[in-house]
């Protein structure tokens, strides 16, 4: 089964966001064009008979409960499973897709204020203001046109955190590509032992030389090294915890959820809760 998700990068939502609050025409006006756009939902309520919450924030964004959930809270860093249906105030579908995994925190704005709002098992309606959507931006490949609001359907049928979703990942591509993974007790960290070695195991601590390369798991690869010398205490998490497994002149495969690897943040070209795998041949300790 192939995953679907909705997954963007933080950079990306970051350069939406802001291109929706700073127009280049100096005659757009964000905030006129803000009311404008909640006048819109206003009248789209009344008209259709809606009574419509508003949230706690400053966005004061319009939503409507149709069936009150009974499971676990949404978090504002979950990856949530939903049913969702976009549309236009005028009825047009711009976007339908179910089961499928949207980030909280890395797709729209106006996604991640009201998410946490809800439990598994709701049934809601979110009216989201352009400044909180795709501001000046057309998506949907065009059938979400710039600086319009839209009206989402939305069925959580599942939150789980980044971790666990960067998990079952990986437990999708080992799968595919008939792959059988040892685990760390301690973190679940999963790696294979490509070739074994004959010489000492590091610490979490030592300096090692080695070869390696870093990939997506697209098979993109993102950096790699010749008898290149590092500190484990220097790298990420995830090198610290498997490293261990491997002797030298042994070669291990690392599968590292974003948690283990460069978080939230990303670092260079990785993006953002990026799952990375390692295939590292380790040298010698030094």
Not at 22 to 35: G, R, V
Not at 37 to 49: P, R, S
Not at 264 to 270: E, F, N, W
């Amino acid at each position: 089964m192939k995953l679907k998700s909705i997954l963007l990068s933080t950079a990306l939502i970051s350069s939406l966001f802001l291109a929706g609050c700073n127009d280049d025409d100096e005659s757009f006006n964000a905030a006129d064009q803000y009311n404008q756009e909640q006048e819109e939902i206003e009248a789209y309520l009344q008209e259709n008979g809606l009574n419509a919450q508003t949230d706690t924030t400053d966005a004061r964004l319009k939503y409507i409960v149709n069936q009150t959930g009974n499971g676990e809270r949404v978090a504002g860093d979950d990856v949530t499973l939903v049913d969702i249906t976009g549309t236009l105030l005028n009825g047009n579908t711009f976007y339908e897709e179910d089961s499928i995994y949207i980030r909280v925190n890395t797709w729209i704005a106006g996604y991640y204020i009201l998410a946490p709002y809800f439990s598994v098992g709701s049934d809601v309606t979110m009216f989201i203001p352009s400044y909180y959507g795709y501001g000046s931006n057309v998506a949907f490949d065009g059938d979400l046109p710039a600086n319009t609001p839209m009206r989402l359907d939305v069925n959580i049928r599942g939150t789980q955190s980044s971790f666990d979703y960067e998990q079952m990942v990986i437990s999708q591509y080992l799968e595919d590509n008939n792959l059988t993974a040892e685990v760390d007790e301690e973190t679940g960290l999963r790696y294979i032992i490509e070739e074994e070695g004959n010489g000492d195991f590091p610490t979490s601590s030592s300096n090692v030389t080695v070869n390696y390369e870093g990939t997506f798991l697209s098979g993109e690869t993102f950096d790699s090294g010749s008898s290149t010398t590092f500190s484990l205490s220097n790298l990420i998490e995830g090198w610290q915890v498997l490293m261990p497994y491997v002797s030298e002149g042994g070669t291990i495969t690392m599968f590292l959820p974003s948690e283990y690897a460069y978080g939230r943040s990303g670092a260079g070209t990785i993006a953002p809760y990026s799952t990375l795998i390692f295939t590292i041949d380790l040298e010698s300790i030094n």
